[in-house]
């Protein structure tokens, strides 16, 4: 992962204009990604032909309409990778529509890492759902509202994964970091492959206002497209073995090879986190007292403590 860096001064106290800080979230926008065939890296996986790659390649688009919704994966499967994609969402009224873009493994124990879009009626916003599940356990869950309009162009949506943490960017400014707490007993993905997998679907009963606004469907089929699929950073598993596995059976091969695999975010980076946090953060189950009347899940306390 890229680092990202404020002013030494700034990186001490966090206390950066905000002007300066939109401005930068701005410039990031532009960050490069080289385009590949899209044939090459995944599969159209269901929706009886709503799910299309076209332009040699590089768009695909994925449709939903009243009988069916559409998805694709990865060709792959990866213990550890950094993956993105650029993704222009539903424009118009996307009420009661999801576009999703996740790693997951499969069974009832499986290990999950989502960006969820949820639509809504013309005019107002998107909301940006993440959630991890561990060993089939969520209940994660942060929200955002994004600070563009994410139908008007592609934007690029990226997890990075590596044994210290997962972090979830947007444009390539972090939103939100989740760590690996295994040595206080909470449970972290690392022992399930995963795929890349997307789709747009109809969840008019809880994806906006919670189900109070449902899917007008004169206004379908509703159409999210992608381009710029990107893994090259990536432990790719087959046959039960890492590409990231050395003759020693480590599965780190070499360090100047793999050093993705120990990064951790900068104070800039934590900076740039903090602030989207504080802007546009709309739901945080770390906050959520009255959803755990026990005591909040253990990662919240151990976050706030700064481990």
Known sequence: MKSLSLSSAASSSFNVSAILLLLSLALSSTVVVFAGNLYKDL????????????????????????VSGSGFESKNEYLYVNIEMQIKLVDGNSAGTVTAFYLSSKGDRHDEIDFEFLGNVSGQ???????????????????????????????????????????????????????????????FPKDQAMKLYSSIWNAD??????????????????????????????????????????????IFSSFSNNNWLWEKLDYGAQGKMKYIQKNYMVYNYCTDYKRFPRGLPRECYLNNLNY
């Open 43 to 66: 599969d159209l996986t269901w929706g009886d032909g709503r799910c299309k790659i076209t332009n040699d390649g590089q768009i695909l688009t994925a449709s939903l309409d009243k």
């Open 125 to 187: 916003p998107y909301t940006l759902h993440t959630n991890v599940f561990c060993q089939g356990e969520g209940k994660r869950e942060q929200q955002f509202r994004l600070w563009f309009d994410p139908t008007a162009d592609f934007h690029t949506y990226s997890i990075h994964w590596n044994p210290q943490h997962i972090v979830f960017l947007v444009d390539g400014t972090p939103i939100r970091e989740f760590k690996n707490f295994e040595r206080f007993g909470i449970p």
């Open 205 to 250: 009963d809880w994806a906006t206002r919670g189900g109070l606004v449902k899917t007008d469907w004169s206004k379908g089929p509703f159409n999210a497209h992608f381009k710029n699929f990107n893994a090259d950073n990536a432990c790719v598993w087959s046959h039960g073995k890492s590409s990231c596995q050395s003759l020693s059976n480590s």
